[in-house]
């Protein structure tokens, strides 16, 4: 018998040891989140749940294991370009999972979109990602500032009000959620008669209180999230100003907040795409799992975490877990239909999700839902050319 390999023998077998080298490699997932400051809970909340999809699954995506590297982006503007540039050049990641805050996310997406490494936008809603940033490698299992924003308008007028002011932080993330409140408010008949802002992160509310006393709207529309957020219900609700000027915002305004919140924010009305009280087998079994893994109640950043990683797993599963078939994983994740605790949804042509926005009601602990404030919106994705 001939043990003497041929030439094309031995390279058939060295490009099979190669191909079963790569299948064992692990999955190297990139998570720039931030981990301090006004949005560290937000951050760990995104890592909880992506980590308990993975879990769910036996700590693998499309059958490969997962190696994960971190970066804290302390949600700073400054300093995004170069945090994401660690991951994708110097951990050479192959997905990037981030972040929070929208400045930040539009340096990590025009990052990403130069080296060409995929990315899955958990929670900033900056317009720009799925507008004039979109491209084939850019996804998102949030939102749009813009979408949850819009449909608190004709929500608002459906309740009689005739003129709102906003107050926000002076950021993309606050601009453009009242752009999108202004725009359906005023569709619906309604006027904004002051736009109040404050820069990123402070929370000294007591002069734009004042102001908001002195000119009586019928109601005010605001963007803040996390500890922001927390103080200011806190402080709408110690002036006063909840007797006479009802509150309603995004519902990251009441999202993940209410332990600190405590009274001052009961009643209050938002809209988001997710909220409590869904009652639906899918969300049952999310929240009981996540709160038998984290001993918490999990909140929409940890939805949105879980997504991503459900998202992964599609396009994984399309390739058999072979990334280098990049484009094929990206087109089956773009194809599909996520089976998100907060209801199915699928992924326009820009890559973010086409979703249901809740109306939700505080009620102790909870934003308990209401109703379906807006069925299947789609984000305008004005800009986007793929
Ligand atoms: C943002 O910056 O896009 C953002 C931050 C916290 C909650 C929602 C949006």
């Keep these: 018998m001939n043990h003497v390999l041929t030439r094309a023998a031995l390279a058939a077998a060295l490009t099979l040891a190669a191909g079963g080298a790569q299948a064992a490699d692990k999955l190297k997932v990139g998570f720039m989140l931030p981990y301090s400051g006004t949005f560290a809970a937000l951050g760990n909340a995104i890592e909880n749940g992506f980590k308990l999809y993975v879990a769910e699954q036996g700590g693998k995506l499309g059958g490969r294991e997962i190696e994960y590297f971190k970066v804290d982006d302390e949600s700073n503007p400054a300093k995004a370009a170069e945090n994401a540039n660690r991951l994708i050049k110097r951990d050479q990641v192959d997905v990037l999972i981030g972040t929070v805050h929208s400045g930040v996310a539009m340096a990590l997406a025009k990052a990403a979109k130069d080296a060409d490494t995929t990315l899955i936008v958990t929670n900033a809603g900056a317009n720009a990602i799925t507008g004039p940033l979109c491209g084939p490698g850019i996804f998102r299992t949030s939102f749009t500032n813009w979408q949850p924003a819009y449909a608190m308008g004709p929500v608002a007028r459906a309740k009689g009000h005739q003129t709102a002011v906003t107050i926000t932080w002076k950021y993309a993330a606050g601009d453009e959620a009242i752009g999108g409140f202004k725009e359906g408010f005023e569709k619906a008949g309604g006027k904004v008669v002051r736009?109040?802002?404050?820069?990123?992160?402070?929370?000294?509310?007591?002069?734009?209180?004042?102001?908001?006393?002195?000119?009586?709207?019928?109601?005010?529309?605001?963007?803040?999230?996390?500890?922001?957020?927390?103080?200011?219900?806190?402080?709408?609700?110690?002036?006063?100003?909840d007797k006479t000027i009802p509150l309603y915002g995004s519902g990251f305004l009441t999202d993940g907040t209410l332990q600190a919140q405590g009274a001052s924010a009961q009643g209050l009305l938002t809209t988001l795409h997710y909220a409590d009280g869904l009652n639906t087998p899918r969300d049952n079994a999310f929240r009981a799992d996540y709160a038998k893994a984290y001993k918490a109640q999990p909140d929409v950043y940890a939805v949105q975490g879980y997504d991503a990683a459900q998202l992964m797993q599609s396009g994984l599963t399309a390739v058999k877990g072979d990334f280098a078939k990049k484009e094929d994983f990206r087109r089956a994740m773009r194809g599909t239909t996520v089976d998100s605790p907060r209801g199915p949804f699928t992924l326009s042509a820009a890559g973010n999700p086409v979703q249901d926005i809740y109306l939700r009601q505080v009620d102790g602990l909870e934003n308990k839902v209401v109703e379906v404030a807006v069925k299947k919106l789609a984000d305008p994705a004005r800009g986007c050319k793929l």
């Excluded at 109040?196 to 963007?223: C, G, H, R």
């Design 195 to 241: 736009e109040l802002s404050l820069p990123f992160p402070n929370v000294e509310f007591q002069s734009l209180l004042t102001e908001i006393a002195a000119l009586k709207p019928d109601m005010v529309f605001t963007f803040f999230a996390g500890g922001g957020a927390v103080k200011f219900v806190q402080d709408y609700h110690a002036a006063g100003l």
